[in-house]
């Protein structure tokens, strides 16, 4: 909220903050890695992207946007390209190189909660706001990446905002964090059917941006909760195998470490980082 992005050194007692970038004009929605861990890309409330060499603690490009950008996600395999999506409902895929929008996703004014790329990257799955009972066919989107065009029709017809949706990294699904209190999960090859007799429940969501994330093999699913704890499911037979009480506020988001399989990272919603091994 302070408009500034914070790199902390996770491994030392006394917390120390690495390095803290202050680009953004605005609050700082979310920010994300790149692929060579050299650079990071942060979006806000300033209707911008911004991409930062974190060594030099230098901005090297600017994406302006006639929206708030509330989310942004780096294509799996081409660090060059990356998704935004923002307030007014609009998907732009970037291309670092030309500083352009390369494609654009429209189907509504809706703002967008989360996107995500399929397993194989032609396509992109986003998540929207639903702001009316009437168009929980607009909730979850998968898109066609080169034709711009939207593949599902009435993917998730209950209208309930989906917060967070992640990809598995080696099974052809894709889950979906639901304002329903369970995570649902779907078929990542078309038609993109809905899973109806597997769901992750037991956590809380609440009206939260509670989100969640894969292990590094893909066997366990892990998932905030509004009731501030951490939630391990197995991802085959959906049991809940673990709970970690974290935090006293909502547990809202979750990183796996990309090389340590035993190590995560949580945030609560006032303001807390953890790091669990």
Same mark, same amino acid.
């Given at each position: 909220? *302070? ?8 491994? +030392?007692? *006394? ?33 911008? @992207?911004? /991409? ?7 901005? &090297? ?18 660090? #060059? /390209?990356? /998704? ?5 409902? +609009? ?6 190189? &030309? ?7 429209? +189907?509504? +004014? ?7 790329? &399929? ?10 706001? =639903? ?10 989107? $998968?898109?066609? $990446? ?14 309930? &905002?989906?917060?967070? $949706?992640?990809? %598995? ?5 894709? =889950? ?9 999960? !779907? ?7 809905? #899973? ?6 037991? %956590? ?9 994330? !894969? ?7 892990? @998932?905030?909760?509004? *009731?501030? @704890? ?21 547990? =809202?988001?979750?990183? $796996? ?5 035993? =190590? ?5 919603? #006032? ?7």
């Amino acid at each position: 909220m *302070d408009q500034s992005i914070c790199i902390w050194n996770a491994w +030392r007692s *006394d917390q120390k903050i690495a390095r803290k970038l202050c680009f953004h004009n605005a609050a700082v929605k979310d920010v994300k890695w790149s692929l060579q861990g050299l650079s990071v890309l942060s979006c806000g409330f300033d209707c911008s @992207s911004r /991409l930062v060499d974190v060594e030099k603690g230098m901005e &090297t490009q600017v994406f302006k946007e006639d929206q708030m950008v509330g989310v942004v996600k780096f294509h799996e395999e081409n660090f #060059n /390209l990356f /998704l935004s999506g923002g307030s007014q409902g +609009r998907i732009r895929l970037w291309d670092i190189r &030309t500083g352009k929008v390369v494609h654009e996703f429209v +189907r509504g +004014r809706d703002p967008i909660l989360d996107v995500e790329f &399929t397993r194989n990257g032609r396509q992109i799955i986003s998540s929207s706001d =639903v702001s009316r009972s009437n168009v929980s066919e607009n909730s979850i989107i $998968v898109w066609d $990446v080169s034709r711009q065009v939207p593949l599902s029709n009435q993917v998730y017809v209950e209208a309930y &905002t989906c917060p967070c $949706v992640r990809s %598995h990294p080696f099974d052809s699904v894709f =889950v979906a964090q639901s304002n329903g209190n369970y995570i649902a999960i !779907f078929s990542s090859n078309p038609p993109f059917k809905l #899973n109806k007799y597997k769901r992750y429940e037991s %956590h809380g969501v609440s009206g939260f941006p509670i989100k969640c994330n !894969f292990s590094l093999d893909g066997e366990i699913l892990i @998932s905030g909760s509004s *009731d501030g @704890s951490i939630y391990f499911y197995n991802y085959r037979s959906s049991e809940l195998v673990r709970k970690i009480k974290a935090y006293e506020q909502a547990s =809202v988001d979750i990183a $796996v470490h990309p090389s340590l399989p035993n =190590v995560i990272a949580s945030c609560s919603w #006032n303001g807390e980082v953890s790091v669990f091994e």
